[in-house]
């Protein structure tokens, strides 16, 4: 079993920065790829920004710029950096892994991101 908890959330004002993290636990060989997805009330959930087992990474237009993710193999943990954060950046923020080789989907419960004007 592979569990993933992420901290971080709370309050911030627009132009504020916040840090996301998420601490992965458990047994499987690798992640495909560490993800960071988010859903602001009343929308679909989306994806913020994804890193490979490569460490390469991809960010979704609105966030280009602004945040940063990032992975820490000997703590187990990912990070998103958030830089310049917007009203509209307001969301729960998640995280997600598939494991390599089974292609086991595993999703932490969110954190809140808050974002004032």
């Known amino acids: 079993q592979v569990h993933l908890v992420e901290s971080g959330g709370g309050p911030v004002q627009a132009g504020g920065s916040q840090r996301l993290s998420c601490a992965v636990s458990?047994?499987?060989?690798?992640?495909?790829?560490m993800v960071w997805y988010r859903q602001a009330p009343g929308k679909e959930r989306e994806l913020v920004a994804s890193m490979s087992r490569g460490s390469s990474t991809n960010y979704a237009d609105g966030v280009k710029g602004r945040f940063t993710i990032s992975g820490d193999k000997v703590k187990n943990t990912v990070y998103l950096q958030m830089d310049s954060l917007k009203p509209e950046d307001t969301a729960v923020y998640y995280c997600?892994?598939?494991?390599?080789?089974?292609?086991?989907?595993?999703w932490g419960k969110g954190t809140l991101i808050t974002v004032s004007s």
């Open positions: 458990g047994r499987f060989f690798f992640a495909n790829d």
């Open positions: 997600y892994l598939r494991t390599w080789p089974e292609g086991l989907d595993y």
